[in-house]
């Protein structure tokens, strides 16, 4: 058993991201889906487990290709290899975290916690969502706020933007607030 182990290590990394990756949907199935930072730290975790699997593979199959003349020559060419494949995994994993997790941040409104997520590149948007602990929030919104084109970002309590429009709801959907601008610039509240 040991030496089965031993000599196929590398397969516990795939085992490990499966099991993430299965706890991960089973939470969504239950309407607690992972907040920004531990869903960072999940991906992130599957991008070293894809690494160290990368690693193991390559370092197998020369272990099996090489015979003592090459051996040096070889292993030379796979760790160059394996480094390529990191570098690219990890640039491009960088890359797309950027995208893939939105910030957001704890609120309080109407007695009710929120997490607030933020969306939209040029016409920008909160979401909120029903907070459900540290680490989970619902994918129920409880409200959505519209600020149009700004170059600053809503959620930072450095800058007070107001939002062109935004409605609230409590638990059951009943809208608790609506606010909204018109183009002429008079207020109209609902």
């Known amino acids: 058993m040991l030496e089965a182990i031993k000599k196929f ?3 516990i990394p795939v085992v490990i991201a499966i099991i993430l990756q299965i706890t991960t949907k089973v939470f969504e199935m239950n309407d607690m889906f992972l907040k920004s930072i531990p869903s960072c730290i999940v991906y992130w975790s599957i991008i070293f487990l894809f690494l160290l699997f990368a690693t193991w593979t390559v370092l197998y199959m020369l272990k099996k290709m090489t015979t003592s003349s090459d ?3 070889t292993y030379g060419i796979g760790i160059g290899f394996v480094c390529v494949i990191v570098l690219v995994t990890l640039v491009m994993a960088g890359l797309s975290s950027f995208i893939a997790f939105p910030q957001q941040e704890d609120v309080e409104r109407n007695g009710i ?3 607030a997520t ?3 590149t040029t016409e920008v948007y909160v979401d909120y969502y029903e907070d459900k602990g540290t680490l989970f929030h619902s994918s129920k919104i409880l409200g ?4 149009g084109e700004t170059p600053y970002n809503p959620l930072d309590k450095n800058f007070d933007i107001k939002p062109k429009r935004y409605t609230f709801y409590d638990k059951e959907g009943n809208v608790l607030e609506n606010y909204d601008v018109e183009v002429d610039g008079e207020l109209e509240h609902f």
């Open 144 to 147: 959505q706020a519209e600020y």
């Open 9 to 11: 290590w590398g397969l």
């Open 118 to 120: 933020l969306r939209g």
């Open 113 to 115: 916690k929120m997490v």
């Open 71 to 73: 051996k040096k020559i």
